[in-house]
């Protein structure tokens, strides 16, 4: 026979009020009830009904996540982590929808109107125009962004964002004080891409070198199907140079960190011949010496993640739009110029 809710209250001498309040709105319970009415219910093999649970609350208990890019990424996991990490244990359940190319997401903002099935939209790192807000804010729900570009004017409800500028300056002005002026940035193509993060970076840097007198040289690393970077392109773009730059600084660690391996295995030392600096400070820079700029996209979505749940509780936010601070992590893959 299975176990019932009544079951349950009985048990942990609660009513059965708070034990439903105990999987959809843990807010409303102390921890130590909470803990003990969730122990007897895994003890008793009992879950409540997410279907009924949704219809006396009229809320679907599932919010919408549109992500720019293949979800394996560094930046794209850790988001997805730390929405999961607050969001799950509030009784939410998470629909990603990845938005890899420009027809996927035409696809996604034609088919909104029968999606209307979340309790909040969040769009991580990739722009969105005018119309695609509009269509977003007409679904009648909380939208919250991360890494999106200038949320306010944009009519986001709430946003958290790194300092790319910040982040990039800082890149450009490590490279510039250890004496480099021949130097190359490594991007995507930042006509295509979903991410406006790609083209904010770009410009700050190139932006800071130009104030030195410097005019970086730009190559474009392509993207194959998968998503992959095509980093001996790259090599081979370099090495076509009449001269090759003592200093790189890449877009992010996932071409950063390939293309080191690449550049030794073709004879070229780093930071010996060639210094070089990544963007996202994500796995394995730090075993591997990696000079970045640090973000916590992690730490940067937790936070997006309880805006989230305010908003749709209609709690008042005291600093919807937050900025945090990059860091630079100076490690061995650069040096002064020789």
């Not at 009020?17 to 959809?24: A, D, E, I, K």
């Not at 979800?71 to 999961?84: C, P, Q, Y």
Request: contains cysteine; proline residues 4%; aromatic residues 6%.
């Amino acid at each position: 026979m299975a176990t019932s809710i009544q079951d349950v209250a009985r048990e942990a001498g609660v009513s059965i009020s708070t034990v439903s309040r105990s999987f959809t709105r843990p807010d409303l319970v102390s921890a130590k009830t909470r803990e003990r009415v969730l122990a007897i219910a895994d003890k008793l093999n009992f879950s409540l009904s997410r279907s009924a649970a949704a219809l006396k609350s009229g809320r679907s208990l599932r919010i919408a996540v549109l992500m720019s890019g293949h979800i394996r990424l560094w930046f794209t996991a850790s988001v997805i982590e730390g929405l999961n990490e607050v969001l799950h244990t509030q009784g939410y359940d998470i629909s990603v929808f990845q938005i890899s190319s420009i027809e996927e997401r035409k696809e996604f903002f034609e088919m909104l109107p029968v999606r209307r099935n979340a309790d909040a939209v969040i769009v991580a790192s990739f722009d969105i125009d005018n119309n695609e807000i509009a269509q977003l804010a007409s679904v009648g729900v909380p939208i919250v962004g991360i890494n999106s570009v200038e949320p306010e004017a944009r009519g986001f409800t709430a946003a958290v964002n790194i300092d790319d500028v910040q982040g990039s300056t800082l890149a450009a002005r490590h490279l510039i004080n250890l004496g480099h002026r021949r130097i190359t940035y490594i991007s995507t193509n930042r006509e295509v891409s979903l991410s406006f993060s790609v083209q904010s970076r770009f410009d700050s840097f190139t932006a800071c070198c130009r104030r030195e007198g410097i005019e970086p040289q730009v190559i474009v690393c392509k993207v194959d199907d998968d998503g992959r970077y095509e980093i001996s392109d790259v090599v081979n773009q370099l090495i076509s140079q009449d001269e090759m730059p003592t200093a790189i600084a890449c877009q992010e660690d996932g071409i950063a960190l390939p293309l080191m391996f690449q550049l030794e295995r073709n004879g070229f030392s780093v930071p010996g011949d060639v210094s070089l600096i990544g963007y996202d400070d994500s796995f394995y820079t730090g075993d591997i010496g990696l000079t970045t700029i640090r973000q916590d996209p992690v730490e940067m979505a937790r936070v997006a993640a309880r805006m989230t749940l305010d908003l749709i509780d209609e709690k008042p936010i005291e600093q919807p739009y937050i900025v945090f601070p990059a860091q630079l992590k100076v490690r061995s893959s650069t040096s002064r110029v020789k």
